[in-house]
C-alpha cells in the first residue's frame, strides 16, 4: 500500500484523507505548514507528498522534489506560468483543487508510475570530530562496492577514480588534522588492469599477505600489507596473483579485510569481480558496503544484463536495496538518453533506483589508463572526473572538490622560477 503525506489547510487534510482511506491509500503523515513538510517528510517516509497549490506551498514543493526526486510530489490546484516552469524542472505533477477529486487522481498516477520508496540517508555526515589538541578523530567508515555483471563497461577506471578523487580531496584536508585515509580493495579475481594503474612497477601486495595478519592489527601491519600511491593518496589491495591465491581468497578472508580496514580508512571502495558465483569475497563486499554503484555503459543491452542480474540475484544479497544506486558511464550523444536507459532499467529490474551518475565519454581515460595512476591525478578538469566529482557528493551528501594548479608550459615555469615577467 503507497504511503501518502499530505500538507495544506485543515480542511484540504480532513477532505483528502477520507477519500484516501476510500482509494486504499495510507495517509503517513500531515503537516499545517512548508516549515512543518520539510521535518516530517525526512520522518515519515512516504512515497508521495501532495499539498494544496499556494505561493508558499509551490516553494516548499520546488525544494522538496529537487531533494528528493525520488518521491512522487503533487500539487493541487492551479498555478502561474512561472510555477509551472518549476514544477516542470524538478518534476512536480498537477492534480485538480478539489481535495477528493485530486487524491484520485494521485491514486491513478501512482498505479502508472510505480512509485519506489525513497529512503534516507542515516548517516551523519557531518565534519570529522576534533579532539581537544585540535587533531582530528577520523570516523570509520564509509565502504563503497562498485558492481556490473559485464567486462569492459568501466567499473575499473570508475572505482579507481572515485578513491584517487576522494584521496586527493583528503589530502587538502590534512592540515587541519590526521589523514583521512582512503583505501581501494580489488576484488578482481580473474585479473585487473587495476595493478597496472596503481603498481606499475614492482611486485604488487595482495589480498594473501591478510591470511597471516594478526586480529588485533595496529596501523603498522595494515600498512605493510598495503600499496601506497602517493599520486591519488590511496592505500591499494591488489587482488589474488596466483592460482594458490585464488583458492585461499574465500569469504572469512574477505570479513577479516573489512573488519580490518573499517578500523583505519575512513573511505573504502571495493572494485568488485563480475560474476557472483564462486565470488565469496564479492557477496561479502556487497553485504558489508553503505552504498552499491550498479556500473553500465551506454547501451541497451548492457542495462538490461544489469536489471536482470538485479532483480534475480543482487537485491537479495545486498540487504537493504536503499543502498543500491546506478550510474551509467560512457554517455555520448545518440538517438536514445539517459533517462531511456535508466526508464529501461527500471522496468527490466521491476523497480527503479536512484540515478548517482552521468559519466561522460571521454578518450583520455583510456589514455591514461595505464600511465601509473587514474585520470584523476592528471587532469582533474576534465568532465569525466567533474562527473566524478559529482558522483562522490551524490553519494556523501557533501560538497566536496579537489583544487587543481593551471598546467603551464615549460618556458612559463621558468619565467616564474627566475621571478621574470617575459618583458
Not at 484516501?20 to 512515497?47: F, H, M, N, W
Request: glycine fraction near 8%.
Amino acid at each position: 500500500m503507497p504511503g501518502l503525506f499530505i500538507g495544506g489547510p485543515p480542511e484540504f487534510v480532513r477532505e483528502c484523507r477520507e477519500e484516501a482511506e476510500k482509494q486504499g491509500i495510507e495517509v503517513t503523515g500531515e503537516a499545517a505548514s512548508p516549515q512543518d513538510l520539510y521535518i516530517l517528510v525526512d520522518r515519515v517516509r512516504p512515497d508521495a507528498v501532495l499539498v494544496l497549490s499556494s505561493p508558499e506551498w509551490s516553494a516548499a514543493v520546488v525544494d522538496l522534489a529537487g531533494l528528493r526526486p525520488n518521491m512522487k510530489v503533487f500539487s493541487a490546484g492551479p498555478v502561474s506560468a512561472e510555477t509551472w516552469a518549476e514544477y516542470a524542472r524538478v518534476h512536480v505533477l498537477t492534480v485538480p483543487g478539489e481535495p477528493r477529486r485530486a487524491v484520485r487522481d494521485v491514486s491513478s498516477a501512482l498505479k502508472r508510475l510505480t512509485p519506489t520508496r525513497f529512503t534516507f540517508e542515516e548517516q551523519d555526515i557531518s565534519p570529522p570530530e576534533f579532539s581537544g589538541n585540535g587533531r582530528v578523530r577520523v570516523v570509520p567508515s564509509k565502504v563503497i562496492a562498485v558492481y556490473s555483471s559485464k567486462g569492459g563497461v568501466g567499473k575499473t577506471t570508475v572505482s579507481s577514480n572515485i578513491a584517487a578523487y576522494l584521496g586527493m580531496w583528503a589530502r587538502q584536508h590534512e592540515e587541519n588534522g590526521s589523514p583521512c585515509r582512503v583505501a581501494l580493495l580489488d576484488f578482481n579475481s580473474d585479473g585487473s588492469t587495476g595493478v597496472y594503474t596503481w603498481c606499475p612497477a614492482g611486485k604488487p601486495k595482495t589480498v594473501a599477505l591478510w591470511s597471516d595478519l594478526a586480529i588485533p592489527a595496529g596501523w603498522q601491519d595494515v600498512e605493510a600489507c598495503m600499496n601506497y600511491h602517493g599520486g591519488g593518496n590511496v592505500w591499494y589491495l591488489a587482488p589474488p596473483a596466483t592460482p594458490a591465491e585464488r583458492e585461499g581468497f574465500t569469504a572469512e578472508l574477505a570479513e577479516k579485510i573489512f573488519s580490518v580496514a573499517k578500523r583505519f580508512f575512513y573511505f573504502v571502495v571495493v572494485d568488485m569481480g563480475v560474476a557472483l558465483d564462486r565470488r565469496d569475497p564479492a557477496v561479502v563486499a556487497l553485504s558489508s558496503a553503505s552504498d552499491v554503484l550498479l556500473v553500465s555503459d551506454f547501451d541497451p543491452d548492457t542495462v538490461r544484463l544489469l536489471a536482470n542480474s538485479y532483480k534475480s540475484e543482487v537485491k537479495y544479497l545486498v540487504g537493504d536495496p536503499a543502498k543500491v544506486s546506478l550510474v551509467i558511464n560512457c554517455v555520448h550523444r545518440t538517438w536514445y538518453g539517459v533517462r531511456d536507459l535508466f526508464n529501461l532499467f527500471g522496468r527490466d529490474a521491476g523497480g527503479m533506483l536512484p540515478l548517482k551518475g552521468e559519466l561522460p565519454l571521454d578518450p583520455k581515460v583510456e589514455k591514461y589508463k595505464f600511465r601509473g595512476a587514474p585520470l584523476a591525478c592528471f587532469e582533474a578538469g576534465t568532465p569525466f572526473i567533474r562527473g566524478i566529482g559529482n558522483l562522490c557528493r551524490n553519494i556523501l551528501g557533501a560538497d566536496i572538490a579537489i583544487h587543481t594548479q593551471e598546467r603551464r608550459n615549460l618556458l612559463a615555469k621558468l619565467k616564474a622560477k627566475l621571478g621574470r615577467d617575459g618583458k
